[in-house]
C-alpha cells in the first residue's frame, strides 16, 4: 500500500460514523481496487453534500492523499472545520438482534477467512444502533491488521455483500493506530472473532 493510499485509508477510518455506510464502503471499495483518483474526486463532493466537517489532522491526511491524487482544492476548501470529534451519534452492544440469536452463519465465514493469517492481530464483531433507537442494527466487524489494511478491508466487504449485507460496515485498524473515537466505543462493547496473537490452526 503506498503512503498516499494509507493515509486515505486512516482518513476513511476517521470519517466512519459521520459518513454513512453507503458512501464509505463504496470509497473504499475503489480505494482497496487501486483507484485512489477516484476516491479524491468524490469524497470531496460527498462531504459537501453530507456536510461533514473536518478537523485539522483530517486536513493533513487529505493534503497528503487526496490532493496528490486529484481532489479540487476548491471543493476541500469549502468544506466545514471542526476542532475535533468528542462523541459520536451511536451505542454499541454485543447483543445481537432477533434474526440472528438462532446462528450467526455471518460470523462462521468471517472466522474461517480470517483465522489463521498472519496479518491478521485481531478481529472483533459489535452491534451498532442509533443513539435514538431508531432503525435495524448494524453489525460492525472490526480487524487490527500489520497488512494492507484497505486491500483487507475491501477484500471483507465483498464477503459481508456476498452474504447480503449490502452496505457493510467494515473497520480494518493498521496495529499501531490509535483508534479514532468511534472505534474506541465499537471495539469497547465489541466480542472476539479471532483473537490476538496471530492464530495459526495447530
Known amino acids: 500500500m503506498t503512503s498516499g493510499a494509507a493515509e486515505c485509508h486512516e482518513l476513511l477510518l476517521r470519517l466512519a460514523g459521520r459518513l454513512g455506510d453507503r458512501e464509505l464502503w463504496r470509497l473504499r471499495d475503489w ?4 483507484s485512489l483518483d477516484a476516491v479524491a474526486r468524490a469524497l470531496p463532493l460527498t462531504l459537501l453534500r453530507e456536510r461533514v466537517g473536518i478537523t485539522p489532522s483530517e486536513f493533513r491526511l487529505i493534503n497528503g492523499s487526496l490532493l ?6 476548491e471543493r476541500l476548501n469549502a468544506v466545514s472545520w471542526v476542532d ?5 451519534d451511536y451505542t454499541f452492544s454485543t447483543e445481537s438482534p432477533d434474526w440472528v440469536s438462532m446462528g450467526d452463519s455471518v460470523a462462521v465465514v468471517l472466522m474461517a477467512i480470517l483465522r489463521g493469517r498472519p496479518d491478521v492481530v485481531e478481529a472483533r ?7 435514538t433507537g431508531a432503525g435495524a442494527a448494524t453489525r460492525v ?3 487490527t491488521t500489520t497488512g494492507d ?10 464477503v459481508l455483500r456476498a452474504l447480503g449485507t449490502y452496505e457493510p460496515a467494515v ?3 493498521p496495529e499501531g493506530l490509535e483508534p479514532p473515537v468511534y472505534h474506541r466505543a465499537a471495539l469497547a462493547a465489541s466480542e472476539s472473532l479471532v483473537a490476538k496473537g496471530h492464530l495459526v490452526p495447530s
Open 31 to 34: 480505494l482497496s481496487g487501486g
Open 68 to 73: 496528490p491524487a486529484g481532489a479540487d482544492p
Open 84 to 88: 475535533e470529534i468528542s462523541d459520536v
Open 125 to 131: 464483531s459489535t452491534w451498532r444502533r442509533d443513539r
Open 141 to 143: 466487524v472490526l480487524v
Open 149 to 158: 489494511a484497505a486491500r483487507l478491508t475491501g477484500e471483507l466487504q465483498r
Open 171 to 173: 473497520e480494518v485498524l
